[in-house]
Structure formats: C-alpha cells, structure tokens
C-alpha cells in the first residue's frame, strides 16, 4: 500500500472549497429518473446526459472529483474523446462506485445489504489501470421502531470495511457511505443517535480491517429528521446536530467529510452545509464538504429533458447548484445565491427526489 498516494489523493478530493460530484446512478436508477421526466431511457440519452455534465464550463472550479459508473467510465463525448480525459483536463480526480447494489437481507424485512465484494480485487485493478483514483460503496440503513437492526449494521460495516481495505491495497482511496435514510417519520433524535450507532460501528470494523484513516473519506447523510415527521428542525439545528455526532464517532485522522444529499432539495442541502461551516468550521479536525447527486444534478436534469437545445441552461443550472456548495464550504452560502442567478429556469432546483432504491 503507497500511503503517500492514498492521502494526498484524499486530501485533494476534500481540499479548499471544492467537493465530490456523484454521476455513479446504475443503468436501473438512471433509467428511473429519466423516466420521470420522458426522456429515453437508452444507452446513448444517458451517456449524453453524462457528457452534459461531464462538459460544463468551469466545472472544475468547483467539484474536485466526480465518481462514475461502470458504464460512464468506459464511455466518451460524442467527438470520441473519452469521459476520463474529458474529466483529467479539467482538473477533476475521477473515481468509481463499486459496489453493486443493495439486496434484500435474508430473515431482515425492510433491510438491505450491499453486495460487491466479489471479484472487487480484480475490478479495482481494471479500474485503476483505466485511470480510477478513488471509489465509493454505499450502503443503506432505514430507520423505524426496530430499525435498522443490529445485523444489518454490522454486516453493512463488515462489507464497507473490506471494500475500503480492498481499495487501500490497489492504492484507491475508498469514499465510505453509510446512508440512513431520510423515509419515515422519525425524529432528528432518533436520525441522530442511528446514526452514531452506524458510524461507531463503521469505524470499528474499519480498524479492524486495518483501514488507513488518512486515505479514506467519509459519505455519511446529515443528521435530519425524516421526511415525514411533523417536526422539522431548522438549518441551525441540523447542523449542530449533524456536528455534534459527527465529532463524537469521526477521528481526527480523516481528512473530510463529504455528505451525500439523500434526496434533500437542492438549495436545503446547500443551507445545511453553510451552516455547519459558518458555525464550526474553525473547530472541526476534519474538512466539511459535499459528494452530492441529485442535490447538484436535479435541477438541470429538469432543464435538459433529453433536448440537445436545452443543453446550455442545464449547464448552468448545474454549474450554479455546483458553485452554491462550493460557497456552502466557505460558509457564505446565502439564499439570496438562488434569487439573483440569471443562469437557469425558474423553480429549478426546488424539487426532493427521494427513494430507498435510488442506485
Ligand atoms: P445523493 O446526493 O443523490 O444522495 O447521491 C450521492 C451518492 O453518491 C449516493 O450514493
């Protein structure tokens, strides 16, 4: 294992002002969300989407990696030039899920487990040897009276533990993604204190696996109340909250955190992570920073609708939603960013997408 590769690969991914730009939707979830919105649900309409993307001026001075998909890492602008140069040119680190998607854990109703880890060995070699840097695992936990289960965290942190040893010995720096979900009506407190439990867990398994935490980043979900419960705590609140866990179970020797979206609207997502940083930023012993899916893509997905004349106002809605977190990171993110911007359509951006079967 080269340490020196693995932290300065994570220490760029999470430097500055910058964050992640997750593009790594499976065929299946692409395919969904196209649906959604009339557009085909082809090989070629979702590698243009990707290229629109991928080709979005200044995208770079935004986002420092982008993570892909099996598919979108072989693919390449209509012009043949390949999506891995199209994405080093700009200055942009590119990584790659992995993992190959939740199943249904066996005697655990409601649970899923993230399958992948065979074969892993062989694929990250094939992955970096195209130009990978870095990968991702996700896994998912759902929150209700009984849930998630002892076993569904521990085997979901087994699995993630092995995936990030995996990745650290083909010199890949593993983002690691537990995600409880936003469904349900629990309260902040319950998002809170499963969520401590899943990352104390995590970080366990991660040590005994003998993770190198300096070459590693972690993906966690903000601590929020769930999407239907009939309190919903203000920017302040989730970040104190969001903070205050993430400081009891997170050690020092990260180097960032980037948070997932989970389906929040996009403008939300931006106001929680400004809060963190304008409130804690300067105490904190790691990076506080984005890897964001729908929260940055959404919008211009919206705007774009599978039209090649729709393309330029999708850039710039994803351009704008891209420098709004990148503001949220220096904590001077303010709503009055979404009032003032004259580069994408009304409404844009205003819309939660959210589903347990999202990749
Ligand atoms: P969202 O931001 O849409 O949750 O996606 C991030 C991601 O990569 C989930 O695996």
């Given at each position: 294992m080269n340490a020196k590769v693995l932290t300065d690969t994570a220490r760029t991914l999470v430097a500055g002002d910058k964050g992640l730009l997750a593009i790594d939707e499976s065929d299946h979830t692409c395919n969904e969300r196209f649906a959604g919105l009339g557009i085909p649900r082809t090989t070629e309409a979702r590698r243009a989407w990707r290229e629109l993307i991928l080709t979005t001026p200044g995208l770079g001075d935004c986002i420092s990696g982008v993570i892909l998909y099996d598919e979108t890492i072989r693919q390449q602008k209509k012009d043949g030039t390949p999506f891995l140069t199209v994405i080093t040119d700009a200055g942009i680190v590119p990584g790659i899920k992995v993992d190959i998607g939740e199943s249904d854990m066996a005697?655990?109703?409601a649970e899923f487990v993230t399958e992948g880890l065979d074969g892993l060995r062989a694929r990250l070699e094939e992955y970096v040897h195209m130009g990978a840097r870095f990968a991702k695992w996700r896994a998912v936990m759902a929150v209700g009276d009984d849930l998630p289960s002892r076993s569904c965290i521990e085997a979901n942190a087994q699995a993630l533990a092995r995936y990030a040893a995996l990745c650290q010995e083909a010199g890949v720096v593993p983002i690691v993604e537990p995600e409880v979900l936003m469904?349900?009506?629990?309260t902040l407190a319950r998002c809170a204190e499963v969520t401590e439990d899943v990352l104390r867990t995590v970080f366990e398994h991660l040590y005994l696996q003998r993770v190198?935490?300096?070459g590693m980043i972690l993906k966690p979900n903000m601590v929020l109340p769930g999407l239907t419960c009939p309190r919903q705590e203000g920017v302040d609140e989730v970040a104190d909250a969001t903070v205050t866990c993430l400081l009891r179970v997170?050690?020092?020797?990260?180097p960032g955190i980037a948070f997932l979206s989970g389906g929040q609207p996009g403008e939300l997502a931006s106001a929680r992570l400004n809060a963190m940083n304008v409130r804690f930023k300067s105490r904190l012993p790691w990076a506080l920073a984005f890897s964001f899916g729908r929260a940055i893509q959404y919008p211009a997905l919206q705007i774009w609708?599978?039209?090649?004349?729709n393309i330029v106002p999708a850039q710039q809605a994803l351009s704008h939603r891209a420098r709004c977190n990148r503001a949220a990171r220096r904590g001077t993110y303010d709503a009055a960013m979404e009032i003032d911007r004259t580069d994408s359509a009304p409404g844009a951006g205003s819309s939660v997408n959210h589903a347990v079967s999202t990749r």
């Open positions: 005697g655990h109703p469904d349900g009506d629990h190198m935490l300096e997170v050690p020092a020797a990260v609708q599978g039209h090649e004349a």
